[in-house]
């Protein structure tokens, strides 16, 4: 069983970067769909972002141009790079491998 394990969050200016990471154990990351999530205070959780196991990305709309998901096969962890954030991204993301395993989540948070 595959265990998720999410690092990166933090609180960061409007307009700045983050790279959040998803460190995966117990399965290889190239054997399965990994997708991002975000959850915001009061709203219900988002899709952000997918990497399939032959490495195609796909986006949320609300993420395209400034999000890139990606995956190192060596270290076994997915990352998202988030560039440009905007206030509206202020959530905490999830990593989840296939579609049922998650992580604990990261919260980011972005000041206007």
């Known amino acids: 069983q595959a265990q998720l394990a999410e690092s990166g969050g933090g609180l960061v200016q409007a307009g700045g970067s983050l790279r959040l990471s998803c460190a995966v154990s117990?399965?290889?990351?190239?054997?399965?769909?990994i997708t991002w999530l975000r959850q915001a205070p009061g709203k219900q959780r988002e899709w952000v972002a997918t990497?399939?196991?032959?490495?195609?990305?796909v986006y949320a709309d609300s993420v395209r141009g400034r999000f890139t998901i990606s995956r190192d096969d060596a270290k076994n962890t997915v990352h998202l790079q988030m560039n440009s954030l905007r206030p509206e991204d202020t959530a905490v993301y999830y990593c989840?491998?296939?579609?049922?395993?998650w992580g604990q989540g990261t919260q980011v948070t972005v000041s206007s």
């Open positions: 989840r491998y296939g579609s049922a395993t």
């Open positions: 117990g399965r290889s990351v190239s054997s399965n769909v």
């Open positions: 990497i399939s196991s032959g490495g195609t990305a």
